[in-house]
């Protein structure tokens, strides 16, 4: 086939549409939430005294934090899926996550307490966290890779990492519902190191997955 | 310069609101600069430059499985030169070599120089064959045998939407064929 007859046939396809990103993005995530909400409830569970527990400003702002990092992946992930899209200028939008946990880190401080910092820092949770988190945050990691798919980011392993975090914001916000563990210290410690390993994986994934 | 690239911008937008001569115009219009550049960069790895074709190839096709990617208030030559540069490091690492392609390599390419194909590429006929039966049908008879889309489907006797369909797959498995092979 030669160039002349290559771009022929390209012309022919020209009215062909393919789902925007966002959209795909976006329907691949809702079609995985279901197998990461099954782990969720068959395994975990939401936590028994979670009403009272939403009256304590800390149980409210873990979700903060996770939803805030869900939302800036988000949006880095789409930007980054352009292939002349680079992190500079994008990048601090995943600051914002990192901002809030260490006001809430602060404000804690600022508080009195009745149990000792490293106490809290270690929690009762940390294992349950560092398995729930990643394996929770796999499905929704295929998918956002599945849909991001039809992107076509200059730095795939980046474009995966970044999908990592999506996946670990989402999963961390449905375990945070669990969790008994509400210090700042806590969250930074454990939900960020599950959230390494998660876009860590992705990094590896993307590099592959995402190649275009 | 400018003008050209603003030239571009423009037939992108016609085409993609579905004006296929501005599409097939702006095709024909970035090849021999693609091809410069493929030249320039093979040249410059100490490859053989007559294997642009396959990159040049390469290129379009990625071109237009991608330009859902372009953001239409954005000029469209920094877009394409991403990804022509993405898929020219592509070509050259995998005929082992590692080297910096530069962006000028694409944007100093000047308007009146306008290289034809020195050899004819051989991988996207290679990787044709290795489509499955309908999808490879349908890209033939399109592109070898210059069938229209409604001539095709009455050869084959199918819908014009399911060889709409099988030409997207084909070009679509046809990339991915190239990628990782």
């Known amino acids: 086939m030669d160039t002349d007859q290559l771009i022929r046939t390209l012309t022919a396809d020209n009215a062909y549409r393919t789902r925007p990103i966002g959209l795909a993005l976006m329907l691949a995530l809702l079609a995985a939430a279901p197998v990461s909400l099954l782990i969720f409830f068959a395994e975990l569970g939401v936590r028994p005294d979670v009403m009272t527990a939403m009256h304590n400003p800390f149980f409210d702002l873990k979700f903060a934090v996770t939803l805030a990092l869900a939302a800036s992946a988000i949006a880095v992930s789409l930007h980054l899926s352009r292939p002349e899209a680079s992190l500079r200028g994008f990048g601090w939008w995943l600051l914002i996550p990192a901002g809030i946990l260490v006001a809430a880190i602060s404000g804690e401080m600022m508080m009195p307490q009745r149990t000792p910092m490293m106490t809290r820092l270690i929690g009762k949770n940390s294992m349950a966290c560092m398995t729930a988190i990643p394996a929770m945050s796999l499905p929704l990691l295929v998918g956002a890779l599945y849909g991001l798919r039809q992107g076509a980011p200059a730095r795939p392993a980046v474009a995966g990492a970044i999908a990592g975090l999506l996946s670990a914001g989402l999963a961390a916000t449905v375990y945070a519902s669990h969790c008994t563990d509400d210090s700042p210290l806590f969250v930074a410690t454990w939900y960020t190191l599950a959230t390494a390993i998660v876009a860590s994986v992705g990094a590896l994934m993307g590099n592959r997955a995402l190649r275009y | ?181």
Do not use: C
Request: no cysteine; glycine share 4%; proline share 5%.
């Open chain 2, 1 to 181: 310069m400018r003008e050209r690239e603003d030239e571009w911008t423009d037939l992108m937008r016609s085409a993609i609101s579905g004006d296929d001569a501005a599409y097939h115009r702006l095709l024909r219009a970035i090849t021999p600069v693609l091809r410069a550049a493929a030249r320039r960069g093979l040249a410059r790895a100490g490859q053989p430059v007559d294997q642009s074709e396959d990159i040049v190839q390469d290129i379009l096709l990625a071109v237009h499985l991608k330009r859902q990617t372009w953001d239409t208030s954005a000029p469209f030559a920094p877009w394409l030169f991403a990804i022509a540069r993405n898929k020219l490091i592509d070509a050259l690492r995998r005929r082992g070599r590692r080297i910096f392609v530069n962006i000028d390599d694409f944007a100093e390419t000047l308007p009146g120089e306008t290289p034809e194909p020195t050899a004819s590429p051989s991988e996207v006929t290679a990787q044709l064959q290795a489509l499955p039966a309908r999808q490879r049908d349908v890209l033939q008879s399109i592109a070898v045998d210059s069938a229209s889309i409604k001539d095709t489907a009455a050869k084959f006797s199918m819908t014009e939407g399911a060889v709409r369909v099988a030409l997207h797959r084909g070009l679509a498995s046809l990339t991915a064929k190239l990628r990782d092979r």
